[in-house]
């Protein structure tokens, strides 16, 4: 079994795999509604081979450490971001690919207030919201053609926060 300690999810972490949406510690772009609204603009990049962008409320069950991955998925047709409308914590698991294998698993832990949009054909783990059910708006490709792929691991990937 592969085993792995997440890390706390930062912008500068996660850059090889996509964007964190999070306006912390960063200055607003400009102040809209008379005054009383901070931009942070353009924070993810979203990129669709094709298509459309949408948005869908994904309702995902709880999960509790160790977390236990079989799988993890990527999307070779778009960009897909994972936006929580409840503020649970929520495990992310990423990896590299090596000729369609995934390889050098990252896994972070994202805190309330955190997003993420997950760069187009990223392998990442499935929507694991820690120890409470979770809500997330999710923004990705909506189009013809398949843009899901698995990979199913012969060896389990044991991850610890």
């Given at each position: 079994?592969?085993?792995?300690?997440?890390?706390?999810?930062?912008?500068?972490?996660?850059?090889?795999?996509?964007?964190?949406?999070?306006?912390?510690?960063?200055?607003?772009?400009?102040?809209?509604?008379?005054?009383?609204?901070?931009?942070?603009?353009?924070?993810?990049?979203?990129?669709?081979?094709?298509?459309?962008?949408?948005?869908?409320?994904?309702?995902?069950?709880?999960?509790?450490?160790?977390?236990?991955?079989?799988l993890?998925?990527?999307?070779?047709?778009?960009?897909?971001?994972?936006?929580?409308?409840?503020?649970?914590?929520?495990?992310v698991?990423?990896?590299?690919?090596?000729?369609?294998?995934?390889?050098?698993?990252?896994?972070?832990v994202?805190?309330?207030?955190?997003?993420?949009?997950?760069?187009?054909?990223?392998?990442?783990?499935?929507?694991t919201?820690?120890?409470?059910?979770?809500?997330?708006?999710?923004?990705?490709?909506?189009?013809?053609?398949?843009?899901?792929?698995?990979?199913?691991?012969?060896?389990?990937?044991?991850?610890?926060?």
């Amino acid at each position: 079994m592969h085993k792995l300690v997440a890390r706390v999810l930062s912008a500068d972490r996660f850059k090889p795999f996509g964007d964190v949406i999070d306006g912390a510690g960063l200055a607003p772009d400009k102040m809209i509604n008379q005054g009383l609204c901070a931009r942070f603009h353009d924070l993810a990049r979203l990129d669709f081979a094709d298509g459309r962008a949408g948005i869908s409320l994904f309702a995902s069950q709880a999960k509790s450490a160790p977390f236990l991955f079989e799988l993890v998925e990527r999307h070779p047709l778009g960009s897909q971001a994972f936006i929580p409308v409840d503020g649970v914590a929520y495990l992310v698991l990423v990896a590299d690919d090596d000729n369609g294998v995934p390889t050098g698993f990252q896994a972070f832990v994202a805190g309330p207030g955190q997003s993420v949009n997950i760069h187009r054909n990223t392998w990442h783990g499935v929507l694991t919201p820690i120890d409470t059910p979770g809500k997330y708006v999710v923004v990705d490709r909506i189009g013809a053609g398949d843009n899901l792929e698995e990979h199913w691991f012969e060896t389990p990937v044991l991850v610890t926060v």
